[in-house]
């Protein structure tokens, strides 16, 4: 690509975020620069925001906006100025929205578009509810969707081991909903003020989302 492109990808947890962002990692050469995945990744490595980041958390306490974008700043140095990023579970607040305008100008980046995966609530949870994997190969199944073409044998590798993620129940998926609009809807106004915002059906089928978004991106 002759243009470095700087994306948000906004919507609730099971829109389909990391699906899209791994397109784009692999068809645009960019990054995705997952929040959850860089803390763990720091805290590991032992990096000074890393051990900042593992006291508070050991401490049992939520990690702060300065050490969340920290650890963005950090990722970023490390990068080539002209590879694309995705920011992908970040910025989630509006401390954090204008965090990262301050990150990006000291980094001479611009922010070229923000896109939100638009959902339907109910349909998500029944998207989400209704998921499980093989114990043994990973494969994805869904109770509606994608049900294994003989009960309970995984088509891929014939285990007759499944298991659901204990967080895929319908309380946990409204409950993240309700956070999602009450903490990350709210810095949708900065952005759609800069005009930079597009809004996806995320509840589409995946091609259809991932054309969408080429079409957004050019």
């Not at 920011?87 to 000291?106: K, V, W």
């Amino acid at each position: 690509m002759s243009k470095t492109l700087n994306i948000i990808l906004l919507g609730p947890p099971g829109a389909g975020k990391g699906t899209q962002a791994g397109i784009l990692v692999d068809t645009r050469a960019m990054v995705q620069l997952s929040t959850g995945d860089m803390l763990r990744a720091a805290v590991k490595a032992g990096t000074p925001i890393g051990l900042k980041a593992k006291a508070v958390m050991d401490a049992g306490e939520l990690v702060s906006d300065e050490i969340v974008s920290g650890i963005i700043g950090e990722a970023l140095d490390k990068l080539a100025p002209e590879t694309g990023v995705i920011f992908d579970g970040y910025p989630r607040t509006d401390a954090q929205a204008h965090s990262l305008d301050t990150i990006l100008q000291e980094r001479k980046r611009t922010l070229h578009h923000v896109i939100e995966l638009a959902v339907n609530e109910d349909a998500l949870v029944e998207r989400i509810v209704g998921r499980f994997t093989c114990a043994n190969c990973g494969e994805g199944y869904h109770d509606t969707f994608k049900k294994p073409a003989k009960e309970g044998v995984c088509d891929k590798c014939g285990s007759t081991e499944f298991k659901r993620r204990p967080d895929d129940n319908e309380e946990t998926v409204r409950t993240r909903m309700a956070e999602y609009r009450a903490k990350t809807e709210p810095i949708l106004p900065i952005y759609e003020a800069r005009g930079l915002v597009s809004k996806v059906d995320g509840m589409a089928d995946i091609d259809d989302v991932t054309k969408a978004i080429a079409a957004i991106l050019g």
